[in-house]
């Protein structure tokens, strides 16, 4: 699988801004890349990745670990969550230059299934809203 090779990935911490270097950015060279042993590449289903960087992240206040949930934590359908990116601020626009956050709901994992037609595994979230407008692309 080429992603899986670690010499092609560079990790950037602290980016606002796609096309300069900022002051709080910091990148890293990744010396390791662990899949998920069951991931699959058409399905995307197990996506999901562990990377071993090439020295220490340091903690600011810009650069924190990521919260994840309990095993046991339930994703109910409706619950508020973010998303972070440089996609496109409208339907076949451009990426944007900034970083943007969006809110989204999490939606009801059948109505998301049938939707991507049954490609939507029990491991995966689906977020957005029904009339569309605000996602992870755009």
């Not at 995307?44 to 810009?62: C, E, G, K, R």
């Not at 359908?77 to 440089?86: A, D, S, Y």
Request: charged share 15%.
């Amino acid at each position: 699988y080429r992603l899986a090779s670690p010499s092609i990935w560079t990790v950037y911490l602290g980016k606002y801004l796609q096309n300069a270097t900022g002051h709080t950015e910091v990148s890293f060279k990744v010396i390791h890349l662990f899949l998920h042993p069951y991931y699959e590449e058409d399905s995307h289903d197990y996506d999901v990745a562990l990377l071993q960087l090439d020295h220490p992240v340091i903690i600011s206040p810009l650069i924190q670990p990521i919260c994840l949930p309990a095993p046991s934590h339930i994703f109910e359908p409706g619950l508020l969550c973010w998303i972070t990116g440089w996609g496109a601020l409208k339907e076949g626009g451009h990426t944007s230059n900034v970083l943007q956050k969006v809110d989204v709901q999490l939606i009801q994992q059948n109505i998301c299934s049938e939707a991507y037609h049954y490609m939507i595994t029990p491991r995966m979230l689906c977020a957005g809203y029904y009339q569309g407008k605000k996602d992870a692309c755009q």
